[in-house]
């Protein structure tokens, strides 16, 4: 039997549109979105359905929209093979993500998830307008070079490596003056940038005070113990301990995102991926650190 991994996007993947047809054709995406909007208190399902594209991609509504829109996508798959949901044995998520992934596993309810999520995007917002910065992925460049870039631009404010995504795709966050000067930098050395379109330097210091605020709402969500292993963000391993992993939430805000050393420890294990929720990113991530490994997306398009 072929072991199976699943995997859940993070904050970008959004998309005007997404989880509609998921809601029009099953009715248990449909009750995740119901819920949703009584515990927002805003009509999510709407604004992921019909826009603007402004509002659904600031943070505080990307973020809950990303994780409602793929636990939808995960209900489609359960209702049209439910064995294979059932049998997933590893799990993780990219940056947000991973709070879709603990749900899948166990250690929250969907209710108590999406709360956690709703402060966790309110407060990186609130974090975010304090200090204009911003994130900008460096491509085609060896680790060593884009190291030396972050030294260099780091003479004009805070700025350093956020995401370790897959070979010569690492992504820089700091303050708006930096990521200008590494953009500079970037093509200087002969690589390749992409400014990315979110509201700050998510997974620095500059999201404090991002952190404390989530601890405490982690503090009262019960947690559970996750019924199969769930790679964390900060340290590339899984965790059972439900306190264990409550720090690692709180430390990935202002933690780089180790989804390349994650990937490659799932590669050794899993057969066949499957990519649940909007957009197709980590299957492109996943060309380049292992291109022949079996994977499928999942979402409004199908199960492709």
Not at 102 to 110: C, D, I, K, Q
Not at 178 to 203: D, Y
Not at 206 to 219: G, W, Y
Not at 255 to 284: H, N
């Amino acid at each position: 039997m072929s072991t199976i991994g699943f995997l859940f996007p993070g904050q970008g993947a959004q998309h005007v549109g997404m989880g509609k047809s998921l809601a029009e054709n099953y009715p248990a995406a449909r009750a995740l979105f119901d819920k949703a909007n009584d515990i927002l208190g805003y009509d999510l399902a709407q604004l992921c359905f019909d826009g603007p594209a402004e509002k659904l991609d600031t943070t505080e509504v990307s973020q809950p929209a990303i994780y409602v829109a793929s636990l939808a996508a995960l209900e489609m798959l359960r209702a049209e093979q439910s064995s294979l949901v059932e049998s997933c044995s590893l799990t993780a998520g990219l940056s947000l993500g991973e709070y879709t992934a603990l749900v899948f596993a166990g250690v929250m309810s969907f209710e108590d998830g999406l709360k956690v999520v709703k402060c966790r995007g309110e407060a990186m917002q609130a974090a975010s307008e304090k200090t204009p910065s911003g994130m900008v992925s460096a491509l085609l460049l060896e680790d060593e070079q884009i190291e030396a870039i972050c030294r260099q631009a780091s003479e004009v404010g805070e700025i350093r490596i956020a995401n370790r995504l897959c070979p010569s795709n690492r992504v820089l966050s700091g303050t708006k003056a930096a990521c200008t000067r590494a953009m500079q930098l970037i093509e200087e050395a002969g690589g390749r940038f992409i400014e990315l379109t979110v509201a700050g330097a998510f997974h620095t210091n500059i999201m404090k005070p991002a952190d404390d605020q989530l601890a405490a709402v982690l503090a009262e969500t019960p947690f559970a113990s996750p019924r199969i292993p769930v790679y964390s963000n900060v340290d590339a391993a899984t965790h059972s301990d439900p306190d264990e992993i409550r720090k690692l939430l709180v430390r990935q805000v202002i933690s780089p995102v180790l989804w390349e050393d994650s990937m490659r420890l799932m590669t050794a294990a899993v057969d066949e991926f499957y990519e649940i929720g909007p957009g197709k990113v980590l299957k492109g991530l996943m060309k380049r650190i292992d291109r022949k490994k079996p994977f499928k997306t999942v979402n409004d398009a199908g199960i492709l």
